[in-house]
């Protein structure tokens, strides 16, 4: 792992594989690049890969203060910048990953060949947010393991035949900075992309969940209908695609940019 000071942010970041073209893979909220350790290699045969935790996660700089959709698509932009990568690359973003890639194919155009987002947070609906704000408030006064019931949402029963790698993944999560997440959640309650979703012009694949409780599928649904250039796809797992079913979920990509020549 590497670490690098991009956009007045520490971010530890990796790359690796091979190839002519970037995949840049972009965490959940309360994740980390280890979410991507089981879909990596996968993806990394015949392309280079590069994965980073985002400010406020992992070992990256935690946030102190608001934060923007605007400095998530910076720091992305600013990473691949000090990473001389010039051309165009795939994104690929789960939950708010998502969103941070759709808002960067927004900003730069000239910089996004394709996007990958599952269960995009492009926003909180108004009737959510005073419940939501009320939570992140208990969470950052008393911790991460009093919203644990998050999980539950997220990673429902029905993905948890493999007891060790939920187990590690809940304590991974439970790892986190409650503050960091709070900012995040909070940038989200103050975020709204459904509007720019049609300046999009590259192609897209949207995916959701169909076990997925905490984004179901007809919230995601919308988003891939306000994208002219998207496609739409519902896969049997849950929120965390990546670590719950990385088989489906990397053939999933690997078709997708077959499909379309990359």
């Known amino acids: 792992m590497n670490f690098v000071e991009v956009n007045g942010a520490a971010l530890r970041y990796e790359l690796s594989g091979h190839g002519a073209s970037t995949l840049v893979l972009i965490h959940e909220m309360g994740g980390t690049l280890e979410s991507w350790d089981l879909v990596r290699f996968r993806l990394a045969g015949k392309r280079r890969v590069l994965r980073y935790d985002t400010r406020g996660a992992g070992?990256?700089?935690?946030?102190?203060?608001?934060?923007?959709?605007?400095?998530?698509?910076?720091?992305?932009?600013?990473?691949?910048?000090?990473?001389?990568i010039t051309g165009r690359v795939v994104l690929v973003g789960v939950a708010v990953g998502g969103a941070i890639a759709m808002h960067t194919a927004v900003r730069h155009p000239q910089r996004v060949a394709a996007v990958v987002a599952s269960s995009p947070a492009v926003g909180i609906s108004p009737d959510r947010r005073l419940g939501l704000l009320e939570r992140v408030e208990k969470m950052e006064r008393l911790g991460l393991r009093t919203v644990i019931d998050t999980l539950d949402n997220g990673y429902p029963a029905e993905?948890?035949?493999?007891?060790?790698?939920?187990a590690e993944f809940r304590a991974r999560w439970l790892g986190g900075d409650p503050i960091s997440y709070g900012a995040i959640y909070r940038m989200l309650i103050h975020t709204d992309l459904q509007p720019e979703l049609p300046q999009i012009i590259c192609p897209v694949l949207v995916t959701a969940g169909a076990l997925d409780r905490a984004r179901p599928p007809h919230l995601v649904e919308p988003v891939a209908h306000a994208i002219s250039a998207a496609r739409y796809a519902v896969l049997e797992t849950g929120h965390y695609a990546p670590v719950q079913t990385p088989e489906l979920y990397a053939r999933t990509i690997d078709e997708f940019l077959g499909s379309i020549g990359l």
């Open 59 to 84: 070992l990256s700089q935690k946030v102190s203060g608001s934060l923007s959709i605007d400095t998530m698509t910076d720091d992305l932009v600013s990473l691949m910048d000090a990473l001389d």
């Open 159 to 166: 993905l948890r035949g493999d007891a060790q790698r939920f």
